[in-house]
Nanobody, 121 residues
Framework: QVQLVEFGGGLVQAGGSLRLSCAAS????????MAWFRQAPGKEREFVAT???????DYADSVKGRFTISRDNAKNTVYLQMNSLKPEDTAVYYC???????????????WGQGTQVTVSS
């Protein structure tokens, strides 16, 4: 069992930056593939970024070059650095954990409660 808690959401102007953190409790954090998803009002939850056990990363095309995902296994924490934010990045951001290929909601074993990110124009 893994519990995930996100921190760092808020309101920011377009072009600004935010850093989200996700703290994991429970055993064997290092065994999980970690990811961030987001869900805007009226839209389906979508993949944002993932980081493998050894630090390999992958991103949705919409955030490539602007967002960076990273993990610190010693601190049981995964991060999402978001730069050059756009109004269309406004959504609730969810931390997620799975065992393989965490790029779809079906592959997620554990979800955080979500944190709101609002980007004003």
């Amino acid at each position: 069992q893994v519990q995930l808690v996100e921190f760092g959401g808020g309101l920011v102007q377009a072009g600004g930056s935010l850093r989200l953190s996700c703290a994991a409790s429970g055993r064997a954090f290092g065994l999980y593939v970690m990811a961030w998803f987001r869900q805007a009002p009226g839209k389906e939850r979508e993949f944002v970024a993932t980081v493998s056990r050894n630090g390999d990363t992958d991103y949705a095309d919409s955030v490539k070059g602007r967002f960076t995902i990273s993990r610190d296994n010693a601190k049981n924490t995964v991060y999402l650095q978001m730069n050059s934010l756009k109004p269309e990045d406004t959504a609730v951001y969810y931390c997620a954990a799975g065992l393989v290929g965490v790029r779809t909601t079906q592959s997620v074993l554990y979800w955080g409660q979500g944190t709101q990110v609002t980007v004003s124009s």
